[in-house]
């Protein structure tokens, strides 16, 4: 049975924002409420088309009575930031993740009505480190829990999660892990990166990436929130690139330093607002994650329309990157060195 | 060949050094006696690995060459010599039923005497193709065109850049010869089970190289290594390029479930980094964790067994504090390490073989049998006592740590 109501957390940021518009498009969905503390920007608004804006702190009680009233009966929880600097800093950004979720799941939990949710997770759950497996499976729980940031309060948020589907057991609860978003569209401290002409690296480091198009983000949940699909799923596209490779298919330079002078490099980038980096993002520079997306495919029934390659290269294109090193130059120089050789010859 | 160069096996590692080279003398006087003498001790039934045989059987293993040259002089029957084997292992003509099996299957060691292309020899064209390839490959790797799998094995670079850095050490240093090699499956998931010597692991990297050029498919060998290699920067983001992965249950059956040939040395550190006294002696194999996750994937354990690593750093001591500051497992001193310093880093150049034994099939089980620690303990038990007893074999069958 599909929804009639939704209620999408996060709705001014890019995924709250286009799920919305997704879910407005289908007629057969009878209200769609977005929820966020600020409006969303005139472009995002414009594409919501009859998703209605609600300006509400989900920390704030009164998220019930938005839930009540409404008659809500899916929540996408889209919100959980993972940018500090976004959110107005790192205890904001703690405080609009995990209370908020508290507060957001207190509200769910008296309304009666309320019979899916879904969690929009990260794959930093798994944390990211030398001695993890390679490859992770749902059903792994990290080596060490996750010390701070975006990944400490996911794990908690989902364990709160956790505790709301054992109290509602009526209430069908879908956790998504996903991984790094990319695309021609969104803007995250991923794509910046990539985006600096010259990318600095940490020397003897090189990550295995797995990315995910958000428009296949949008895709999973928007499944998500049409139909019963319980369980927690890990949402990541087949296959995978090293961060050097990834540098290099953008046409970027790559400049390893050595570990001693990263913190001081990444602070004067963080500090010039070139781009946000947190320190679980640095360590997922460094040794990368790789989840196994099996569940997804057989289970949920979804298979990305993107790789991580097609992902990466169509925001390479999307965004218009001037490559510095252009794979055409090179083969033009290959065509020259090869014609000399054969003039030599 | 001094005596001093020459390393015993280690069943005469007690006997002190006067002694061996009193023995050695005694041989030398024998073989100048007659070298007819020296036969029955040389056509692969010695078995004076555990039993302390007569003096002068082992005492003449380290002595091949002179004994071959005085022979011819001291006015030896034109027949004699024809038992003794070359020193380069390749055998004369007619001598094929006194070798053992292993002496039948050797390849010839000497590589370089094989017909190769002259360069002068090579027209323009096949000079323009290495160039066009060589500039493809280099346009490839500056625009990232080329695939990784989820494990990062990226098989260009391994194919390109690690395998040519480790193959003069094998055909050259080193000069493998492997045996054996039809028991490494074409397709299909494989586990390969090895003792592990030798101060650094280059056992393992031999192993690859063999696998990759000898083996009639080419496999890559994906192997399984200890977390310390994955947190050390660059050799961690090596090892990963080139197939490698951390030593760990879900990996594992990931990889042979996937239909690769892993490699696994469960000795780990206490193999790797066992004193010079210890040298093939195979130590605990781990908690068995390999043998459960062949037996999930249900592909057959291949037993490896590697002689000729244990001598390329023999490990006399070992500074404990010191490993404790760099977070090492062992910091070793070895004859030349760290006394001359970087030139230490040079491996002696010992005579290698790798033997791979025969498939130890575990597809009869089912998946609950891997959970019975008792069938777990006996299949590793079982790999543990083949890879020995071919160890043993080998051995006694190696006249020579240096020569072969």
């Not at chain 1, 963080?270 to 679980?280: F, I, K, N, Q, S």
């Not at chain 2, 498919?217 to 660059?234: E, S």
């Not at chain 2, 002689?307 to 500051?325: N, S």
């Amino acid at each position: 049975m599909g929804p009639s109501v939704v209620l999408v957390t996060g709705v001014s940021r890019f995924i709250g924002a286009h799920l919305a518009a997704r879910l407005a498009a289908d007629p057969s969905i009878d209200r769609v409420l977005g929820v966020d503390t600020s409006p969303p920007t005139r472009d995002l608004l414009r594409g919501m088309g009859r998703a209605e804006f609600v300006r509400a702190d989900i920390r704030n009680p009164l998220i019930a009575k938005v839930i009540a009233s409404a008659e809500v009966d899916t929540v996408m929880h889209t919100s959980l930031s993972s940018s500090p600097a976004a959110s107005g800093g790192r205890v904001a950004m703690k405080e609009m993740n995990v209370i908020g979720t508290m507060q957001l799941l207190a509200a769910c939990q008296r309304s009666p009505r309320v019979r899916r949710f879904v969690l929009k997770s990260t794959t930093a759950v798994y944390g990211s480190s030398p001695r993890d497996p390679a490859i992770f499976t749902e059903a792994m729980a990290p080596k060490a829990l996750p010390s701070g940031g975006w990944a400490k309060d996911a794990f908690e948020i989902e364990g709160y999660v956790r505790g709301f589907g054992r109290r509602r057991p009526d209430v069908s609860v879908t956790v998504l892990r996903f991984a790094n978003f990319i695309g021609p569209r969104i803007d995250t401290s991923l794509t910046r990166y990539f985006a600096l002409p010259v990318v600095p690296t940490v020397l003897g480091y090189d990550a295995r990436m797995q990315l995910l198009h958000s428009e296949d983000a949008l895709a999973v949940l928007e499944q998500a929130a049409r139909r019963d699909l319980p369980g927690v799923f890990n949402v990541g596209a087949p296959g995978i690139l090293l961060l050097s490779q990834a540098i290099r298919r953008a046409g970027r330079v790559q400049v390893s330093l050595p570990s001693a002078v990263v913190g001081p490099v990444s602070s004067f980038i963080r500090g010039a607002r070139l781009v946000d980096m947190t320190p679980e993002q640095m360590r997922f520079l460094n040794f990368g994650r790789v989840v196994d997306t099996d569940l997804l495919r057989d289970t949920f029934g979804f298979t990305p329309r993107w790789t991580t390659m097609q992902a990466f290269d169509d925001f390479v294109h999307g965004y218009k990157l001037r490559p510095v090193i252009s794979p055409a130059r090179v083969s033009a120089v290959e065509k020259g060195l090869l014609a000399t050789a054969r003039a030599l010859l | 060949m001094t005596e001093a160069r020459v390393i015993p096996l280690h069943t005469e590692s007690n006997r002190t050094e006067p002694a061996r080279k009193q023995a050695a003398r005694k041989s030398r006087a024998q073989a100048a006696r007659s070298g007819v003498r020296r036969e029955p001790a040389r056509t692969g039934v010695r078995s004076s690995m555990s039993t302390t045989s007569s003096a002068p059987a082992p005492a003449q293993q380290p002595s091949p060459v002179p004994a071959q040259a005085s022979a011819p002089r001291n006015g030896a029957p034109p027949s004699a010599p024809r038992s003794i084997p070359l020193p380069g292992g390749i055998t004369g003509p007619g001598t094929g039923e006194e070798l053992s099996p292993v002496r039948v299957v050797r390849r010839p060691a000497v590589a370089p005497e094989q017909p190769e292309p002259v360069p002068a020899q090579t027209t323009a064209s096949e000079l323009e193709e290495k160039l066009a390839s060589l500039l493809g490959f280099l346009r490839r790797r500056l625009t990232g065109d080329y695939h990784v799998d989820e494990f990062g094995f990226d098989s260009e670079f391994a194919d390109h850049i690690v395998m040519p850095l480790l193959r003069p050490l094998y055909e050259h240093w080193f000069r493998v010869e492997t045996i054996g090699m039809s028991n490494v499956p074409t397709t299909g998931g494989a586990l390969l089970v090895a003792n592990h010597s030798g101060t650094l692991p280059v056992d393992a990297m031999m192993t690859t190289v063999a696998l990759r050029d000898h083996h009639p498919t080419g496999r890559h060998l994906r192997m399984l290594g200890a977390d310390l290699l994955f947190r050390t920067p660059m050799l961690g983001s090596i090892s990963r390029k080139a197939g490698h992965t951390l030593a760990c249950n879900p990996d594992a059956e990931r990889l042979l479930n996937s239909d690769e040939l892993v490699g696994v040395w469960p000795e780990g550190y206490k193999g790797v980094g066992k004193p010079f006294k210890d040298r093939y002696k195979l130590q605990r194999f781990g908690r068995g964790g390999f043998v459960s996750a062949a037996m999930r994937a249900g592909v057959p354990i291949i037993p490896c067994s590697i002689v000729g690593a244990e001598e390329i750093y023999p490990l006399i001591g070992d500074l404990k504090p010191l490993a404790r500051l760099f977070g090492l497992p062992y910091f070793p001193i070895t004859p030349t390490f760290p006394l001359l310093g970087p030139l230490g880093a040079v491996p002696l150049p010992s005579k290698w073989y790798i033997e791979f034994g025969e498939p130890i099939r575990t597809d009869r089980y089912t998946a609950a049998e891997a959970d019975d620690p008792m069938l777990v303990f006996n299949i590793t038990d079982q790999v543990r006592e083949t890879i020995q007893q071919t160890l043993y074999r080998l051995l006694s069958q190696r006249r020579n740590a240096f020569t072969g």
